[in-house]
């Protein structure tokens, strides 16, 4: 907020000082952090919220697809840790129906007042109604997704 | 600061946003500069902003606080989820218990039964909603729909896709 609040007042600068009508703005890389609430974790001793939430708070991004990509890389390479899960994460303001067999973790996510959900679990269905992407939705584990389409069916390994 | 902030006010009170598009009023056009055409710059989505003068050119800072309010709306659906997988995820319930989430501000009756959890969540940007955590029962919504408004999840039947929902204890 604050780096965009300075890219508005050098802006405003610019044209004050009648350095051009049209004064170009330099492009200002905004990141934001990700605030993460480990809802449910069901891990040996839940071990693995910790970790997912410690290390999903340090991203630094300046989109939601790389967010997307960077917190399920994370959660399914911390989940491994536990056992052979599956991960998926979507954009909760996306209508899906979520099927999903012995959810281990589940995880509310606010990046740039976006609201994400993260699940980590064994199987099951998912299936997103809305929009597609990585900025949506990602998932890493073992899948079959017909047509590329909004339904995944999860498997085990 | 204190001039753009004065001067941002003032744009500010002489626009109205009319489905997400900005339109001068009377007091804006009574800028400085006289008769000059208006600079039209679009942002994202459908919003715009015409600048009558711009002896200072704010139409950025514009821009962004009409695509800051627009996202926090598109972002509410999300919002009404996340409340509602919290509640349903909980650790404690072993997603063992149907929850309903519901905008206070509208009119609604219900008859539930084991009712373990109930709570209003605020949050500065939003309506409050309310959170109801239960076994079974009959919930009616007899305002507006859509994610914005109300979500549920759980074991129910819903006649019609309409505003009557029926609960039914975890199978």
Do not use: C
Not at chain 2, 141 to 170: I, L, M
Request: zero cysteines; hydrophobic letters at 40%; charged letters at 20%.
């Amino acid at each position: 907020m604050l780096r965009k609040l300075f890219a508005a007042l050098t802006l405003a600068t610019f044209a004050l000082v009648g350095v051009g009508a049209e004064p170009a703005l330099a492009a200002v890389e905004t990141t934001y952090n990700p605030v993460i609430d480990v809802v449910s974790d069901r891990t040996p001793n839940g071990g693995l919220g910790p970790r997912i939430g410690g290390a999903i708070r340090q991203l630094a991004e300046e989109n939601q697809a790389q967010l997307v990509k960077d917190s399920i890389d994370k959660a399914f390479h911390l989940a491994g840790q536990f056992g052979q899960y599956n991960v998926i994460m979507i954009n909760l303001a996306n209508h899906y129906v979520e099927q999903l067999n012995n959810k281990v973790l589940y995880a509310n996510i606010r990046w740039d007042g976006i609201y994400y959900g993260l699940w980590v679990f064994d199987d099951g269905r998912f299936e997103n109604q809305g929009k597609g992407g990585y900025e949506n939705w990602g998932m890493v584990g073992w899948f079959d997704r017909p047509g590329n389409a909004g339904v995944v069916n999860f498997h085990r390994p | 600061m204190g001039i753009l902030s004065r001067k941002m006010t003032a744009a500010v009170v002489g626009a109205a946003i009319v489905g997400g598009v900005v339109l001068p009023s009377a007091s804006a056009m009574a800028a400085p500069v006289q008769h000059s055409v208006p600079t039209s710059t679009a942002g994202a989505k459908g919003i715009g902003v015409d600048a009558f003068s711009h002896v200072l050119d704010i139409t950025k800072t514009i821009l962004d606080a009409i695509e800051a309010a627009n996202k926090i709306k598109e972002n509410r659906p999300g919002y009404v989820k996340s409340l509602l997988e919290a509640a349903f995820n909980d650790q404690q319930l072993h997603e063992n218990y149907n929850v309903m989430v519901i905008n206070t501000g509208n009119k609604f009756n219900f008859d539930l039964n084991n009712v373990v959890y109930d709570a209003i969540a605020h949050d500065s940007g939003y309506p409050d909603f309310h959170i109801y955590v239960f076994e079974s029962g009959r919930f009616e919504n007899q305002g507006h729909g859509g994610y914005e408004n109300w979500a549920f999840k759980g074991w129910f039947d819903r006649p019609g896709n309409a505003g009557v929902v029926n609960f039914h204890k975890k199978g």
